[in-house]
């Protein structure tokens, strides 16, 4: 156990919605990162943010947008779902803002349907 | 736009067998990780390595970071079925940004 929680588990939803993913890091770290794996692909950084603020932005369609509120829980919100975008949703937490060492939580896996 | 490529991509060895994996750029890096992931789990660190030519063990899988920090082997020996799942590495760059490879998908067959 990383100690990084993700919910929920599994979402399933249809084209066009909006959801929302949730992230708790480790306690006491205040990076949160977000990373995309679609199925037997490599893992796709879409976004960092340490203690509230957005650090660094990788590959991040405009329709997904992320937000790490005071508590350093944070929230991956996607919107008008395509076929394309099923796949698992990893966030990582780290206790600097390095990329020294991440620590995965265990995927949000969504299916659009 | 840094690069890091693992080879091979995919690997089937019987049980018993020693092998290695490798990550490797033209960039130079100031730390490099590995990390193993199994179906439907997130990553889980391996090992980081942060000086050129350091070698770090754990149990039966040696890791490697090149003099140069462009480049990492892992070797595992005697391969068990526990050792099956994608192991992926990241290179730290210059900024602090982690570059990723695409992995390394490895199966071991009792």
């Known amino acids: 156990d990383s100690g990084v929680t993700q919910t929920p588990k599994h979402l399933i939803t249809a084209t066009g919605q909006r959801v929302t993913l949730r992230c708790s890091p480790r306690?006491?770290?205040?990076?949160v990162y977000w990373y995309q794996q679609s199925l037997d692909q490599g893992l796709q950084f879409l976004i960092q943010?340490?203690?509230?603020?957005?650090?660094a932005k990788g590959n991040i369609l405009e329709r997904f947008s992320a937000q790490q509120f005071p508590d350093l829980h944070s929230e991956l919100n996607l919107s008008s779902l395509e076929l394309g975008d099923s796949a698992l949703y990893f966030c990582a937490s780290s206790p600097r803002t390095d990329n020294y060492e991440q620590y995965f939580g265990p995927g949000t896996r969504l299916t659009v349907t | 736009t840094q690069l890091l490529e693992q080879s091979p991509q995919f690997l089937s060895i019987q049980e018993g067998e020693n092998l290695t994996v490798y990550c490797n750029s033209s960039?130079?890096?100031?730390?490099l990780q590995w990390y193993r992931q199994e179906p439907g789990e997130g990553p889980v660190l391996l090992v980081t390595v942060v000086t050129g030519g350091e070698v770090k063990k754990l149990k039966r899988l040696t890791f490697q970071f090149g003099d140069a920090r462009k480049d990492s082997s892992l070797h595992i020996t005697a391969a068990q079925p526990g050792d099956t799942g994608l192991y992926l590495c990241?290179?730290?760059?210059?900024?602090?940004?982690?570059?990723w490879g695409a992995g390394t998908k490895l199966i071991i067959k009792p």
């Open positions: 943010y340490y203690n509230g603020e957005e650090r």
């Open positions: 990241a290179g730290a760059d210059s900024n602090y940004q982690l570059i």
């Open positions: 306690s006491g770290d205040l990076s």
């Open positions: 960039s130079v890096f100031s730390s």
